[in-house]
């Protein structure tokens, strides 16, 4: 009788370990699919970042340009409202 009962508490904790075995297996299983999910998308960014610098160096040159532009045509306003008395001149 004795044995019976050791049997069986052995095979219940046996199936309990087997259960929650199979469950971390699953979960581990889920989590590998979210990690290669987030590494494929930051693969998809990183590729479409990778023009960035060639487009940002060519918009900072054209914004340089418009810089010297407007300041040059701001330094035209200032001299125009000094000569109408409307501020003093820089």
């Known amino acids: 009788m004795l044995l019976t009962l050791t049997l ?3 095979a219940i904790v046996v199936a309990v370990l087997v ?6 297996i699953k979960a581990l ?3 590998l ?3 290669a999910a987030i590494a494929d998308g930051l693969e998809a960014v990183q ?3 990778d023009p960035l610098p060639t487009h ?6 054209g914004l ?3 810089l010297q532009g407007l300041r040059g045509a701001d330094d035209h306003l ?3 409202a000094a000569l109408l008395g409307l501020t003093q001149h820089r």
């Open 47 to 49: 590729r479409h970042s």
């Open 56 to 61: 940002l160096t060519t918009i900072n040159g």
């Open 8 to 10: 069986a508490t052995v």
């Open 64 to 66: 340089s340009a418009l």
């Open 19 to 24: 259960v929650y075995l199979l469950r971390i």
């Open 33 to 35: 699919k979210s990690v």
């Open 29 to 31: 299983r889920d989590a």
């Open 78 to 80: 200032a001299r125009a």
